[in-house]
Every structure is written in C-alpha cells, then in structure tokens.
C-alpha cells in the first residue's frame, strides 16, 4: 500500500527515480534503466526536456511522421504530425496527394478573437453596476496599457470589453466579457494577466466608490480565458468535378459523392456517430498541434464545445454536391500561436515550424484544418468503400508483428504474405507459427 511521500519535489532527479522504482516496481533495476533509457544524450536537451514540468523523470517518446503533397491555397507544404496511431499519417499524405492533383485544398481564417473572463458576485440593482462599470471602463482598461504595448504594436490587443448580467443562471452573477488579438502568439499568458489587473482595479475601484453601488461591493470569483473561441474560425474546403472521382467497386465518380454526402448528414443528425465523424478530423488537427507545441487540450475543448454550439453535437464538416462539383469543407475555431511558450524552447517544434516555412498564426490555423479536413476526408472514403479495417490493419501490421516478439526476417516475409492477405490478431499469429516451422 502506497503511504505517499512527503517533499517529493524538493529531491533530485535520481533520489526521485530511486524512490519511485523502488516503492512501485517488482524489478526496482529494470524499472529504474528503462527510464534512462530514454534520456537523451544532449545533456542540454535533457534538461531543457525536464524543465518543461515538475517531477520530470525520463523522456515519453511519440513518434514524429510527414505527410507530402499538400497543397493550401496554391502552395506546397509537407506537414509534420505527431502522433502514434499507426494509419493517420498514411491517410493523411493519401488525401492530400488525391487533392494535390484537383487544385489542393483552399483556406481562409474568418477571424481571431479570443475571449477571456472575469467572473464576479454583485448583490444590488443590475443597472447600478451597469452605469458603474459604464463609468469606469477607462480606467478599467488603463490598467493593462502598460504590458498591452507590445501586443498592441503586433496588431493585438484588448478588442471589446462588456459586462453581462448572468444573474439568471447563477444569483448575482456577472461578467467583464473581454475579447482579445494575440496577433502570432497564442496569448494565454497575456490575456490571464490582463484579466487579472482589469479584476483587481475593478474590486478596488468598487471599494472606493461603495456609495456609488449603493454599499453592495464586488466579489471576484476568478478570472481567467475561455477555450471557447467561436470567433476564433478557420474554413478549408476542397471541391472537384464529381467525375473527376475514379470508379471504385464498380460506382461511378456520382456513386462515390453521394454515399460520402451520406455520410456526412448521419454525423450532422446524429450524435454517436458524429462524435467518431470528428474524431478522425482530430486526429489530424492534433498531430499538427503536436508537432507545432500548441495546447491540444484547449483545442480539443474549444473544438468540440463548437460542435454543440447549436445544442445538439453534430458534424465539423460539410459535404455537398453543385452543378456536379463535389465540394467538402471543415469549419473549426483554432485559438493557437507560432510564437511564445513551447515554440522557442522544443527543438523539435522549432523543426516542424520550420518545415513548414516559419508561419504566422493565421497560416498555421490554415495548415491545421486542412491537415483535419484531409483525414476527415481518408477515412469517409474508407468507410463508404473498402471499410477501415483494411488499411487500418495494414499500418497495424507492424504494430502487432513487435508485440509478439516477430524477429526482423519474420517481419520482411510477414509484410509481403500480408501484402495479399487480411491482416488480423489471429493471422499474424497464425503466419508466425508456421513461418517458425519453416
Ligand atoms: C479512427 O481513428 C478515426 C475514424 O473512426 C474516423 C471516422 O470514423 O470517421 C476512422
């Protein structure tokens, strides 16, 4: 049974690993070379590594893919992802050499603003604290002038500020509503500081001029950004002559766009399938949002909270057929940065960013949701027609051939038997044994 430990943090890095392997390992030693294992030899990169976070111990490696030939809005990139789901990053690179020869992928940021809060508690009449804040506003936003400049000079900045009265989902409850540019960055550092000295001048000035508010003061709950951002958008969108599809299965080019239209109107009526629909758009989005250091989470939470925007979670993408051009889009909020935070001190974020030519934060949210619309789209293609199983396995094939240990000359004859047979569990067993025997 586990006692816990006190002053964990305050240890060095190998009294950490002595303890942890010790207390929770049955082989204290392996336990304890693995994690070295996975240090890397730069020294400085290591440290860097552990000065990310807390407790750090050893390395977690994901595996870092390209996929080629994509091409957004007339330009080539080859888009880093990381990510360890074996068939993502071949689907992927298949989507956008099928789009590179139909006029590739087109793109455009509908807006960048970024909401941020502060929540706070007024007991009196909603229009008092209204001609209150009405009042004071220019003080209130004087207070962030000074670590505002720079932002501002980069074209950012405070946008809008409001109060909302939320006072009937929550009694007294209302809101300094703040809408922000953080031009290249993706700004939460910025934005929480704002919010914090609008907070602390707003609770000051309340107190000042309690005779104003009638004696009723303010009290802050927090403040803080929202990873809601439904005005933070981007749209790519690909389209073809439906005939431009090649027959599969015997469907004509109109077959084929009608069953991923299908396809498509299930996910936007219903939620079970709309949830995996996005999904495989996400895979994309995050692979990109990995390998370029932005938060997936915040991500991940700002994109699905759109999904439901309406009420209902429904499909991130759109497809439709006019005038016999076949066109697909994908519409999806993506607060993210290329400057600041993981972007300057991650080798290899600096890498990808590189890669792909150094972007600004509206070309990054560009390439991000195309990389999601391409394998929205690989994986309607797949289901509607061979299903998923097939290439899914076909990726997975290495995947199992190492869980069971398969030597490198098993693997080479594995590849080519499977080049012509379905893989599963069983079948690779199956190969092995008998290859064994051979
Ligand atoms: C698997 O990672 C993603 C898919 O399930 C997406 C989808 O069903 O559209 C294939």
Redesign the pocket.
């Known amino acids: 049974m586990d006692k816990g430990i006190e002053g964990f943090s305050k240890l060095t890095k190998a009294q950490k690993i002595e303890w942890i392997t010790r207390a929770h390992f049955k082989n204290p030693e392996d336990a304890k070379n693995l994690l070295l294992n996975y240090w890397n030899n730069d020294s400085d990169i290591q440290k860097k590594h552990d000065e990310f976070i807390e407790n750090s111990l050893t390395n977690f490696y994901m595996p870092l893919g390209v996929a080629p030939n994509f091409l957004i809005n007339g330009k080539p990139y080859t888009v880093p992802m990381v990510i360890e789901?074996s068939s993502?990053v071949a689907a992927a690179s298949n989507a956008a050499k099928f789009w590179l020869n139909r006029g590739g992928f087109k793109d455009e940021v509908l807006d960048t603003l970024k909401v941020g809060q502060v929540h706070f508690l007024f007991n009196g009449d909603p229009e008092i604290i209204h001609s209150f804040f009405k009042k004071n506003k220019p003080q209130v936003l004087e207070v962030t002038e000074e670590f505002s400049k720079n932002m501002i000079r980069r074209g950012g900045g405070i946008q809008n500020i409001k109060l909302i009265d939320k006072s009937h989902l929550i009694p007294n409850y209302f809101q300094l509503h703040v809408e922000f540019k953080t031009a290249d960055a993706m700004g939460a550092n910025f934005i929480n500081s704002c919010l914090e000295s609008i907070a602390s001048k707003f609770k000051e000035l309340a107190q000042n001029d309690s005779k104003y508010l009638k004696g009723e003061g303010v009290e802050v709950v927090m403040s803080i950004l929202s990873n809601y951002a439904p005005k933070c958008l981007v749209r790519a969108s690909v389209k073809c002559p439906v005939s431009d599809f090649i027959p599969e299965n015997g469907w004509t080019g109109n077959d084929f766009a009608k069953k991923i239209i299908q396809a498509v109107e299930i996910a936007k009526k219903e939620s079970y399938r709309a949830v995996?629909?996005n999904?495989?758009v996400m895979?994309g989005v995050d692979a990109v949002v990995l390998a370029t250091g932005n938060d997936f989470r915040a991500i991940e939470a700002g994109v699905h909270s759109f999904a439901s925007k309406s009420g209902q979670y429904t499909s991130l993408s759109n497809a439709f057929v006019k005038n016999d051009i076949f066109h697909m889009e994908l519409v999806i909020p993506l607060a993210i940065g290329t400057i600041g935070g993981l972007t300057r001190l991650h080798p290899m974020v600096k890498w990808s960013l590189e890669l792909l030519g150094n972007p600004d934060a509206k070309t990054l949210m560009k390439i991000i949701a195309v990389t999601g619309l391409a394998q929205?789209f690989a994986?309607?293609r797949?289901?509607v027609t061979s299903g998923?199983q097939k290439g899914h396995m076909k990726m997975h094939l290495l995947n199992i051939l190492n869980q069971m240990g398969a030597s490198e000359d098993h693997k080479k004859a594995a590849i080519i038997y499977f080049k012509k047979h379905i893989v599963s569990v069983k079948a690779v067993g199956e190969f092995l044994k008998k290859y064994s025997l051979k």
């Open positions: 789901e993502v995996t629909h999904k495989g895979n929205n994986a309607l797949s289901l998923i």
